[in-house]
Structures are given as C-alpha cells and as structure tokens.
Nanobody
Framework: QVQLVESGGGLVQAGGSLRLSCAAS????????MEWYRQAPGKQREWIAF???????NYDGSVKGRFTISRDNAKNTVNLQMNSLKPEDTAVYYC?????????WGQGTQVTVSS
C-alpha cells in the first residue's frame, strides 16, 4: 500500500508560480511512472505531466514549457513546478504513481489562479 499526500496548492495571481509536492510513503525510486493530473470545475480529470523512472518526461501541450515534473529521491516526493500560471490552470491537482502493477492517487490539492 502506498500513501500519497499532495501539498503546495493555493491562490496565486496570473503570471505567478507554485510548486506542488506529492509526498510518498515509500521510496519514489520504486515507482515505474509518476504523473500529475488536474480537474477543473465541471470538467473531467485530465493528464498534464509524466515522468518515467528512467528520467523521460512528457507534458500536455497546455502546460509544456511552463510546468516541470521532477522527483526528489531524498525527500520521497514527486514535484510539479508551475510557472507563468494562467486562470485556466485553476483546478484540483492530483499525483498518480504506478507501483508494481498497481496505481495510486493522492487526495488532490487546490490551485486557484486569479486574473
């Protein structure tokens, strides 16, 4: 069983930055893949960022060039650095990991970007 706890969300003005963290109860080195998703009000949850255990990353076009996914092996966190935030980035952000053949989700953290 893996516990994931997101933090770092909040209210920020457009153009600002936030750094989300997803703290894991096991070593992040044991995750095959790590991802971030988000769900805006009234919309379906959408994928935005991917990190493979080997280091490869991928991003949805809506965040590419502004967001960076990474992991901190010492702190056992999966992070999402978000720059140049826009009002349309407002959503609840979730981390998802693949541990063995099982997937685990965090509870989400709210990000609100004001114009």
């Amino acid at each position: 069983q893996v516990q994931l706890v997101e933090s770092g969300g909040g209210l920020v003005q457009a153009g600002g930055s936030l750094r989300l963290s997803c703290a894991a109860s096991v070593s992040v080195l044991s995750f095959a893949t790590m991802e971030w998703y988000r769900q805006a009000p009234g919309k379906q949850r959408e994928w935005i960022a991917f990190l493979h255990s080997g280091g490869d990353t991928n991003y949805d076009g809506s965040v590419k060039g502004r967001f960076t996914i990474s992991r901190d092996n010492a702190k056992n966190t999966v992070n999402l650095q978000m720059n140049s935030l826009k009002p349309e980035d407002t959503a609840v952000y979730y981390c998802r990991v693949l541990y063995g053949i099982d997937e685990y989700w965090g509870q989400g953290t709210q990000v609100t970007v004001s114009s």
